[in-house]
């Protein structure tokens, strides 16, 4: 479980994050949504000791700044939203990474069986010996992915995974993480903008407002017109479809 009471943080005299306290179960996909710039991918980079706040943040009741850095990399995997830089690595190196740290000339059989099985897994396997900077947004993305899960965290901190994705490889990837996150028993957290896919996907949904948390809950108590309107500024319908998913139907801009 990922536990955070009181945190805040600010750039200089900028505050970013206000008095945060949430809790993250295992076995659950939890996304964050809100506007732009109201502390989504910081609180992602606090969690996993990028950013240094104020206040606690506990896994399994351990404190996060108390933990070597080794073991918190254990125990934790991030994906961003930067790019590749000009790394000249394969599709198959870049993933390895995520297991193993360091190359060199040899690699054992397990690593380079289980590196095959996620690459398999996302169906990008037949991009294994390409350069990682040939490829498109979209793959690049679902290489990076794979990087975060193969190295098989306890928790999964996802900056919008979805970037760069057509429709097809976006549902694929949400039904893949939620599937992982079940079956590995993993405390997942998401960043989304796309409030359906959060509705649809995500176990609960945390709602960030200029910094604080506005909302957080299940799906259909937290996305409401009231919501929209405060944190988003629009006006907007929120009906269930026929499985029982909220799904939002933006009208018109609050001027």
């Known amino acids: 479980m990922l536990e955070i009471s009181n945190l805040s943080f600010a750039y200089g005299s900028q505050s970013i994050l206000k008095n945060i306290n949430l809790t993250f179960r295992r076995g659950k996909m939890t996304a964050v949504i809100g506007p732009n710039a109201t502390g989504k991918s910081t ?29 918190s990399a254990n125990q934790i995997s991030y994906l961003s939203q930067e790019g590749c830089g000009k790394a000249v690595l394969s599709v198959f190196e ?6 193993v740290h360091s190359l060199s000339l040899t690699v054992n059989d397990i690593e380079v069986n289980y590196v095959l099985k996620i690459l398999r897994q996302l169906g990008i396997e037949e991009l294994a010996a390409r350069n990682i900077c040939e490829l498109s947004g979209g793959q690049r993305q679902m290489v990076f992915i794979a990087q975060a899960l193969v190295r098989e965290p306890s928790i999964l901190l996802l900056d919008e995974p979805t970037n760069s994705l057509d429709l097809h490889r976006e549902l694929e990837m949400l039904e893949l993480i939620k599937e992982l996150t079940i079956t590995r028993n993993l405390t997942t957290v998401v960043t989304l903008h796309q409030l359906d896919m959060a509705a649809r996907y995500a176990d609960e949904i945390v709602v960030l407002s200029e910094g604080e948390v506005y909302a957080a809950g299940q799906p259909a108590a937290v996305l409401t017109p009231v919501m929209l309107r405060t944190v988003y500024q629009v006006n907007a319908a929120v009906q269930q479809a026929s499985d029982g998913v909220p799904h939002v139907m933006a009208m018109s801009s609050i001027k």
Request: aromatic residues 0%.
């Open 43 to 71: 609180l992602l980079k606090c969690i996993c000791g990028i950013l240094r706040g104020q206040g606690d943040i506990l896994i399994d009741g351990k404190n996060l700044n108390l933990l070597k850095p080794q073991d």
């Open 94 to 99: 870049v993933v390895l990474l995520g297991r």
